[in-house]
């Protein structure tokens, strides 16, 4: 008899614990997909069948007339949105409700990941941090930031050039290490040229860092989401031992020799030093919105090393990713292409080869392209917010308002948003003139979405984007961009990487401008 027992109270509790969960959407009357056991509806993509990008895609297109599709990330509830509207209200709107992103690791198991900007609960720590760092992307900072980056970009291209003739390279791999390059010297003033020297210890911990493939990153996922206890206890961690020691040497190194020789940059460093000695000082450019830093904020090592950490990523991974996109495009739009070239050519003799900040951000036509590989490539498949607390969605119609507890994921399919032909006519052709000064008042809000939404969007963005520039017209200036017997058509997606990325590389030709 006790043995009955024993297993009838061992079967309710695998119920509630596996079972149950599965059943939220369903009680609630929401449209949703229909769950794998353990995996919900993570099961293609954890177990490499499908990327994240095309699983979030087909799980749009199969709820074309709904606002909102249920989900399930493993055992956890997710609300995927397609209604604009609702993510104005969910990102923007409410934002002091949803005010961070869905968490995979704690404090105690990874200091580095969890300080930093992007994993930070949203509280006042976070806005804090947000504070600290806005500075670093205003339009002055950019301004004198230039010339660095315009330095590296040159190496880079002298390095092309040197080569002789036409060139046949893997663009990710390349500009990897020239955005290396300039994130060393931009964030930290250190000189390198990953191109020359790949083994640079730089350049090998970045790949570390920015590296989210393979299958034991998603088995971290798969646990950290099953049982968040169970992750701590396993000290799961998403940046490795070896890689933090090293981000944090660095940033003491470089913090302790600007005190001794009193160096100033103006860069991500030198404003968390500042903030550490109490005396970070506002910025009162227009383009900084940000309050002023609380007096309880204490910049340790770890939240130091976390935000050049994450400044790191932004700038090495998600960067070098554009430009791919970006060159293979142009190089299967020939047209396109040379209408840029064009531009870049005026520019370039408007300056007498010295290209400026101001003539830069006045290329209009570069601008259009880079925003339509944006839309059609977006860095990030999706984008995350969690409730602090219990939300109400209201009521549209006719639907009954739906009642959203903490433990909710709210999600924006930014891949398949801009994939969404009722925004984008022919979302798969490649049509810069969407981001006309005559067109880009069409363009739906909150429908264009590269660098996310809201209080909590890409605090690199502006950085980013000028890193794309810099490099794209200089290519231009000196290369035509040409498709070879490698560059992959149609492109396809890794299904071992959580990010947008072509499994066969992007391969393109080089070919020298006479």
């Known amino acids: 008899m006790l043995i009955i027992v024993l297993f009838v109270i061992v079967a309710i509790l695998i119920y509630y614990q596996f079972f149950e969960p599965f059943t939220y959407w369903r009680k609630r009357g929401v449209p949703h997909e229909k769950p794998t056991f353990l995996f919900g509806n993570l099961a293609p993509v954890i177990l490499q069948q499908m990327s994240m990008a095309d699983a979030s895609l087909l799980t749009y297109q199969q709820f074309k007339n709904e606002r909102y599709i249920g ?23 409410e934002f002091e409700t949803f005010p961070e992103h869905n968490t995979f690791t704690s404090v105690e198991a990874d200091p580095i990941w969890s300080n930093s900007l992007f994993a930070m609960p949203g509280g006042q720590h976070w806005r804090d941090m947000r504070a600290i760092l806005s500075p670093t992307f205003t339009s002055s900072k950019l301004r004198q930031m230039f010339c660095l980056i315009d330095q590296c970009t040159k190496q880079f291209i002298e390095h092309l050039v040197a080569q002789g003739g036409f060139v046949e390279m893997e663009m990710k791999d390349a500009f990897s290490k ?8 931009t964030a930290f003033g250190v000189t390198c040229d990953s191109l020359t020297n790949p083994t ?3 350049f090998r911990n970045g790949k570390e860092v920015s590296n989210f493939s393979g299958f034991a990153n998603s088995l971290k996922f ?18 490795s031992a070896p890689t933090t020691e090293f981000f944090r040497r660095i940033v003491k190194e470089t913090v302790t020799l600007r005190e001794e020789k009193g160096v100033v940059r103006p860069d991500l460093i030198h404003l968390l030093m ?21 007096e309880h904020f204490e910049v340790t090592d770890d939240i130091m090393t976390a935000q050049a950490v994450v400044f790191f990523m932004a700038g090495f991974d998600t960067s070098s990713t554009a430009m791919s996109y970006t060159t293979y495009e142009l190089a299967l739009n020939y047209d396109i292409q040379q209408r840029l070239i064009d531009e870049v050519d ?17 290329m209009k036509y570069l601008d259009m392209v880079i925003s339509e590989a944006l839309r059609k490539w977006p860095p990030f498949a999706i984008t995350d917010r969690c409730p602090v607390r219990p939300f109400t969605l209201p009521s549209t119609n006719g639907e009954k308002p739906l009642l959203l507890d903490r433990h909710v994921v709210c999600q924006i399919p930014i891949y398949a948003i801009h994939r969404d032909e009722t925004y984008y006519p022919e979302p798969v052709k490649f049509d810069p003139e969407r981001f006309s000064e005559e067109n880009k008042h069409k363009i739906k809000p909150f429908t264009y979405l590269p660098f996310g939404v809201g209080p909590r969007n890409c605090i690199g963005s502006r950085f980013a984007l000028l890193e794309v520039k810099i490099i794209i017209a200089h290519i231009l200036r000196k290369f035509e961009i040409v498709p070879i017997k490698n560059t992959p058509i149609p492109l396809t997606f890794s299904k071992d990487n959580v990010n947008p990325v072509s499994d066969k590389g992007y391969w393109v030709g080089l070919k020298p401008r006479m």
């Open 346 to 362: 005026r520019t370039f003799e408007a300056c007498d080869g010295k290209l400026t900040y101001d003539l830069l951000m006045g």
């Open 71 to 93: 989900v399930y990330y493993f055992l956890k509830p997710g609300l995927v949105l397609r209604d604009p509207e609702l993510i104005k209200l969910i990102f923007v709107k």
């Open 222 to 239: 798969f646990i950290s989401n099953i049982s968040p206890s169970l992750a701590k206890l396993m000290k799961i961690r998403f940046i």
């Open 200 to 202: 640079n210890e730089l």
């Open 274 to 294: 500042e903030a550490r000695k109490g005396k970070l000082k506002r910025d009162h450019s227009p383009d900084n919105q940000i309050a002023a830093v609380s």
């Open 178 to 185: 020239v955005t290396n390059d300039i994130i060393a010297t």
